[in-house]
């Protein structure tokens, strides 16, 4: 991976310190006590900073970009099951507009029949939005059952609904094409090729000390736990929870997107058709899997990215927006539900987010504009 931050300084400061306050502000506003950033582009990481601490006590350690392991939440849905079933659909594995029940046989129950895989990516199959698995199940076979039951709530395709449970059956489906279990087939197909090494599902106790913790018990910061309760109780490997990564892991996966599925050193993992096909609007401002940029509201993704930039966010506070246009990535990891100092915490995050959405887009902008000049391309039309 190569770093490009020496240039992106010199002589050129003021987006890097633009950066810089947009993040201290939010800890300074109790949103989170630190914060792991990273820009970059096709080629080239831009910054990779950790700012604050990992709680509110002044002898904690600082975020690092390339050791910290952020609990991902809801990115786990496209950092994981989006990508896998963008390989098994490349492969011929999956028909995304084949019904869920050709891969799940107990999926059943009224209209049901009529959602399919893309229902559940776009997000509009008629599921309800959440279900506290926790407490209406006693462990993950009951959980499976009770997804599996449950009844549509409106007609497959009349709206988009953002649903965990659509990203629970997604897990299940990519399963069952396999033939393996959502850890495994992602750890062999798409981490491993990808060289992210730090991604996983249930951290082992051995590398619990380098969380960002997400609560406190008794006086002490918990560690390698999972936030999300429907994710502990389908046993810690989900398809819309539990992933954990670092910065510098998920810089190689945005990077793999900025580049339409190639691998760094030239080989392809996936068409780029594959690639345009998930990330394009489908419904609404969602694409397959993802998020597409609103472009009415600067919340999340500020007014720089253009609308083709797509992205997700978790409720830990961790996002994640790739620009294919502009060419740059944004990464912002948080653990912003350890202890919060401000109420509406998510509120002032998305307002970060934003901001830092826009000095992210100019660092990059004006990196390339230098490292043009320092090449000898005196119009850098392509920046």
């Known amino acids: 991976m190569k770093f490009l931050v020496a240039f992106a300084l010199m002589g050129q400061a003021h987006p890097v310190a633009e950066i810089d306050t947009v993040i201290r502000d939010g800890i300074d506003a109790g949103i989170y006590p630190g914060a792991v950033v990273v820009v970059g582009n096709a ?120 649903s965990d449970l659509n990203a629970m059956l997604l897990g299940w489906t990519i399963e069952a094409a396999a033939g393996m279990p959502l ?46 309760q429907n994710a502990v109780r389908l046993d810690g490997v989900s398809g819309h929870a539990g992933l954990y990564s670092t ?58 990215l253009s609308p083709q930039a797509f992205g997700h966010g978790g409720f830990t506070g961790t996002s994640i927006w790739i620009d294919p246009a502009r060419d740059v990535f944004v990464i912002l990891l948080t653990n912003r539900v350890y202890a919060p100092r401000t109420r509406r915490s998510i509120t002032g995050l998305k307002q970060v987010r934003g901001r830092l959405a826009d000095a992210s887009v100019r660092l990059k902008d004006r990196s390339c504009r230098l490292l043009a000049s320092l090449e000898g391309d005196v119009s850098a039309s392509h920046c």
């Open 247 to 304: 910065g510098l892991d998920l810089a190689r996966y945005a990077q793999w997107y900025l580049r339409r599925g190639f691998l760094d050193d030239g080989r392809s993992l996936l068409r780029p058709e594959t690639v345009e096909l998930f990330t394009a609007a489908d419904t609404g401002n969602r694409a397959l899997g993802w998020e597409i940029r609103d472009t009415t509201s600067t919340e999340n993704t500020g007014a720089l």
């Open 43 to 162: 080629d080239s990481v831009l910054l990779a900073k950790g700012y604050g601490r990992l709680t509110w006590g002044p002898d904690a350690a600082v975020p690092s970009p390339d050791s910290t392991l952020y609990d991902l939440a809801s990115l786990t849905k496209v950092v994981a099951t989006t990508p896998a079933m963008m390989l098994l659909a490349d492969r011929g594995m999956v028909d995304l507009d084949a019904p869920v029940e050709h891969y799940l046989p107990d999926f059943v129950g009224e209209n049901k029949s009529a959602v399919t895989v893309r229902h559940l990516l776009s997000h509009t199959s008629g599921l309800r939005a959440f279900l506290p698995l926790d407490t209406l199940t006693e462990n993950a076979e009951e959980a499976r059952a009770r997804v599996m039951a449950e009844p549509l709530r409106w007609r497959p395709g009349s709206r988009v609904e953002y």
């Open 183 to 228: 850890d495994a087939f992602v750890d062999a197909e798409l981490f491993g090729p990808l060289d992210m090494g730090d991604t996983r599902f249930n951290l082992p106790r051995a590398l619990r000390s380098r969380a960002a913790p997400i609560n406190v018990w008794r006086g002490h910061p918990i560690q390698g736990v999972i936030h999300d």
